[in-house]
């Protein structure tokens, strides 16, 4: 147990609807990491929080928002969905800016289905 | 920009094999290098680093030696075991502008290691 976690474990929509990922970081843990695994683009990073600033941008699309809140939680918001959205989410949570050494730890995923 | 590069799998090995995954990056500046492991159902965890040119990550019996020279970061194990079955990453985790790191990750190389 990385004490990361990450609701729902599981979420099936439809086309055009919009849905939250909700991430709980590791307790003291300043930074949450989100990514996106899907079979064809691999780990994909998205967005990085610290201690509520965005502080940096990977692939995330326009459609796609996050943010994290004072009690560190961290919530990524997916609307328009599409079908190619369908993946597993991940977020993970470190110490500090995950710099030179920092370990970054996963929390379990959200599997999104888009139909 | 940055990218990590790993063999492709499955990788299918005997109990007791000798285990080598070879990844290599390219990488603008001084980056640390990580191995993540993912178990099925699971999200990533830490399985080594190295935060510079030189240094060897070791643990559980896997070791991997940053090697500036080649751009390569390959893992090790002597002799592996059917628990070792899972997903191996290869990152890197380099320094944008504005003190933020964005790590790299590859696309994974799945291990399976048969009784």
């Known amino acids: 147990d990385s004490g990361v976690t990450q609701t729902p474990k599981h979420l099936i929509t439809a086309t055009g609807q919009r849905v939250t990922l909700r991430c709980s970081p590791r307790s003291g843990d300043l930074s949450v990491y989100w990514y996106q695994q899907s079979l064809d683009q691999g780990l994909q990073f998205l967005i990085h929080?610290?201690?509520?600033?965005?502080?940096a941008k990977g692939n995330i699309l326009e459609r796609f928002s996050a943010q994290q809140f004072p009690d560190l939680h961290s919530e990524l918001n997916l609307s328009s969905l599409e079908l190619g959205d369908s993946a597993l989410y991940f977020c993970?949570?470190?110490?500090?800016?995950?710099?030179?050494?920092?370990?970054?730890?996963f929390g379990p995923g959200t599997r999104l289905t888009v139909l | 920009g940055n990218s990590v590069t790993q063999m492709e799998g499955p990788v299918t090995l005997s109990e007791e094999a000798f285990l080598t995954i070879n990844c290599t990056y390219t990488?603008?500046?001084?980056?640390?290098l990580f191995w993540y492991v993912q178990y099925p159902g699971e999200g990533l965890q830490l399985l080594l680093k190295a935060t510079k040119a030189d240094d060897k990550g070791s643990n559980k019996g896997f070791e991997a030696t940053y090697r500036k020279e080649t751009t390569s970061f390959h893992l090790e194990k002597g002799s592996v075991q059917v628990s070792d079955s899972a997903v191996y990453f290869c990152?890197?985790?380099?320094?944008?502008?504005?003190?933020?790191?964005?790590?790299?990750f590859g696309r994974g190389t799945s291990l399976i290691v048969h009784p």
């Open positions: 993970a949570s470190s110490a500090g800016l995950a710099g030179a050494g920092n370990t970054q730890y």
């Open positions: 990488a603008t500046g001084y980056p640390s």
């Open positions: 929080y610290y201690n509520g600033e965005e502080r």
């Open positions: 990152a890197l985790s380099d320094q944008k502008s504005g003190g933020s790191y964005i790590p790299t």
